[in-house]
Nanobody, 127 residues
Framework: QVHLVESGGGVVQAGGSLRLSCAASGRTFSMYGMGWFRQAPGKEREFVAAISWNGDTTRYADSVKGRFTISRDNAKNMGYLQGNSLKSEDTAVYHC????????????????????WGQGTAVTVSS
């Protein structure tokens, strides 16, 4: 079993920055890719970013490319999402998730390819 816990959300002004963290339990975190997704009120969950198990490959949604950076520290069982130049449309609950396939570099944007999820951390960008 894997347990994921997000932190770092809050209220930030438009143009500001936030760093979200994802703490993972279990010894297998470093063997799987991970992703960040977000869900705004009244909208479906959408892909934000993903990173391979060893951190050498990343993928971003067009809406955050150039503003967000995904990273991980396998020694600490931690994942991160740095968001800069935040916009009101970035307001959402952000979830980290672990990919279901061992050692994959398939940075899927489909939520169904991830089998462990955190409860989420809320980000509100005020204009």
């Amino acid at each position: 079993q894997v347990h994921l816990v997000e932190s770092g959300g809050g209220v930030v002004q438009a143009g500001g920055s936030l760093r979200l963290s994802c703490a993972a339990s279990g010894r297998t975190f470093s063997m799987y890719g991970m992703g960040w997704f977000r869900q705004a009120p009244g909208k479906e969950r959408e892909f934000v970013a993903a990173i391979s198990w060893n951190g050498d490959t990343t993928r971003y949604a067009d809406s955050v490319k150039g503003r967000f950076t995904i990273s991980r520290d396998n020694a600490k069982n931690m994942g991160y999402l740095q968001g800069n130049s935040l916009k009101s449309e970035d307001t959402a609950v952000y979830h980290c998730a672990q990919h279901q396939t061992l050692w994959t570099r398939n940075l899927s944007l489909r939520p169904t390819d991830y089998n462990y999820w955190g409860q989420g951390t809320a980000v509100t960008v005020s204009s």
